[in-house]
T-cell receptor
């Protein structure tokens, strides 16, 4: 059973702070890693993808991947109240394209 | 910006009835997917579709489910005989060519089975 684990939260940070979201996965054959944002009652919205070990930055978002530790994280700098949402980690394994999702971390950014 | 669209936004049906959920993927995408999310639970993969055939499916995607691309734009999910436990949000997603793994989700159809 391929598992993707996330702390469910809720995680609260003040506006302007850095929010750090973590994800671990069980399948060493996992190849591709994604972070989605999901507002309540809405669909997942792709924020970042990362395929190689290291950091990948896109605006205020940085994804970090460590395949040896089976760990992927998302940092949100200068957090805004509009960043308040559930953040979903999703993983593919081997050559398969299906996404296995974690249960999500609920983030609240306090004004 | 191109986006995935889904209709209807909300479908209410009686147990045992057939429903068809419709999706229009992003126009130049080649891979299409259905996921579902039961209220308060994880997003779960159902099926992927490429080159007019199913490429992957999960254990959830049993004989009561089928998918079809009836024309050049639509992608449908049919549930033949709905059960109470099929009540969920159903998301369609699409991704580009062989080298593009990023999946973009539609707004979803909320299916309520009474």
């Amino acid at each position: 059973q391929k598992e993707v684990e996330q702390n469910s939260g809720p995680l609260s940070v003040p506006e302007g702070a850095i929010a750090s979201l973590n994800c671990t996965y069980s399948d060493r054959g996992s190849q591709s890693f994604f972070w989605y944002r999901q507002y309540s009652g809405k669909s997942p919205e792709l924020i970042m993808s990362i395929y190689s070990n290291g950091d990948k930055e896109d605006g205020r978002f940085t994804a970090q991947l460590n395949k040896a530790s089976q760990y992927v994280s998302l940092l949100i700098r200068d957090s805004q109240p509009s960043d308040s949402a559930t953040y979903l980690c999703a993983v593919t394994s081997g050559s398969a394209r299906q996404l296995t999702f974690g249960s999500g971390t609920q983030l609240t950014v306090l004004p | 910006e191109p986006e995935v669209t889904q209709t209807p936004s909300h479908q209410v049906t009686q147990m045992g009835q057939e429903v068809i959920l419709r999706c229009v993927p992003i126009s130049n995408h080649l891979y299409f997917y259905w996921y579902r999310q039961i209220l308060g639970q994880k997003v779960e993969f159902l099926v992927s579709f490429y080159n007019n055939e199913i490429s992957e499916k999960s254990e959830i995607f049993d004989d009561q489910f089928s998918v079809e691309r009836p024309d050049g734009s639509n992608f449908t999910l049919k549930i033949r005989s709905t059960k109470l436990e099929d009540s969920a949000m159903y998301f369609c997603a699409s991704s580009g060519g062989w080298d593009s793994l990023s999946q973009f989700f539609g707004p979803g159809t909320r299916l309520t089975v009474l």
